[in-house]
């Protein structure tokens, strides 16, 4: 068994704000490296974690001692960088969107089949608490029949126009809405219900430029919001039932939920990561909108770890951000666990054969607002 767990990350944004302080609450786990292009925001991650070793060229992590590098860098990067990792023999977490294309996908799973290492995205939502009890509620049949799946996402995080240009306005970088934030939306459909079959999308740009850094205005090509339908395959326990999502990055305020409609219950998880449960049975008959539904909150049941970590989350920064800074706690934990047993396999993350089929359906989905028509996956 590995005892100390060595951590690298390519990239310092998201790295920051959730990956390093989730690893730093782990035991036995050692932030070795960091590597970032820009030397004032090296050397700033750096110090915050302590951090030995700083590289501004990315692929003098390829010879470093590590286990596990944490890929955050803008998408169009993703392809070059896991690729050569894997084949130095680390394991990866890629952040999403995954790839640029279906291509690039299939050929960065190609070669994690080769690898001795991990090979995994971080769709963190899958190990939240609150989402494991729901696939346990769904795959009890607690809720009964999956009727359909609601999600709506409110982000304020791209509402001013002075907002600068970066590579998430430009789509061929992989930019936008769909792939940041639908791409963890549909991970979770599959995950909890299965197999997409088809998809109808309309992608919308409501801030069509942005200044860049001499206040030159340029021309955004991404969505910064957009609104799917997707049906459900026979790969599923929903056939030809529906989920619909709707997501927007320029809103006045932050809202997330995300719901399971079934013929007994509805299940949601809000952006504070709660649960909350309603009865059919509850329900009052007519059409009155005046009465508030009767939603109560669901406790996930947790082993003495994880109860553990939990209880050092709520004293970290993670639970300020919310249920993705959470969520990646949780994959943390479970990665390190599975990196010291020397285990090739985790059950119920996200690897590189879950992001072949989420990027097949970011790809319909832009046929489809192009096409103006359901496409199939």
Avoid at 52 to 66: F, I, K, S
């Amino acid at each position: 068994m590995k005892k100390t767990v060595r951590i690298g990350f390519l990239g310092s944004g998201w790295a920051q704000v959730a990956q390093a302080p989730a690893f730093s609450l782990l035991e036995d786990v050692q932030l070795a490296a960091v590597s970032s292009p820009t030397e004032a925001r090296r050397l700033k991650f750096m110090d915050r974690f302590g951090i030995p070793d700083g590289y501004a060229d990315w692929q003098d992590m390829l010879t470093a001692d590590l286990d596990l590098v944490c890929v955050t860098t803008p998408p169009y990067l993703h392809a070059r960088m896991v690729t050569a990792l894997l084949e130095s023999g680390k394991s990866v977490l890629c952040e999403k969107p995954f790839a640029l294309t279906v291509p690039e996908a299939a050929a960065m799973h190609f070669t994690a089949l080769r690898s001795p290492g991990l090979a995994l995205i971080d769709h963190q939502l899958r190990l939240h608490p609150a989402i494991r009890c729901m696939k346990q509620m769904i795959d009890s049949g607690e809720i009964g029949k999956v009727y359909e799946v609601r999600s709506v996402v409110n982000l304020a995080t791209r509402n001013r126009p002075e907002q600068r240009y970066s590579w998430w306005s430009d789509a061929a970088k992989g930019g936008g809405a769909l792939g940041a934030i639908g791409s963890h939306l549909i991970d979770l459909n599959r995950y909890l219900i299965g197999e997409i079959s088809e998809v109808c999308c309309n992608l919308a740009t409501s801030i069509p430029q942005r200044p860049d850094e001499l206040g030159k205005f340029c021309q955004v090509t991404s969505d910064d919001s957009f609104a799917m339908f997707m049906k459900f395959g026979p790969s599923s326990i929903a056939l030809g039932s529906s989920s619909l999502m709707h997501v927007t990055t320029v809103g006045s305020y932050t809202w997330f939920s995300f719901e399971v409609v079934g013929s007994m219950k509805t299940i949601r998880l809000d952006g504070a990561g709660r649960l909350w449960e309603i009865a059919n049975s509850e329900a009052k008959g007519g059409r009155s909108l005046i009465d508030a539904p009767r939603w109560k909150q669901i406790e996930p049941m947790l082993g003495w770890d994880e109860l553990v970590l939990q209880e050092r989350i709520k004293l970290s920064s993670l639970a300020v951000h919310g249920i993705f800074a959470v969520g990646f706690a949780f994959l943390a934990h479970r990665i390190v666990k599975a990196l010291r047993n020397g285990e090739q396999k985790l059950h119920d993350t996200a690897g590189f054969a879950d992001g072949i089929m989420t990027q097949k359906i970011l790809h319909a989905a832009a046929e489809s607002n192009r096409q103006h028509h359901w496409i199939k996956v």
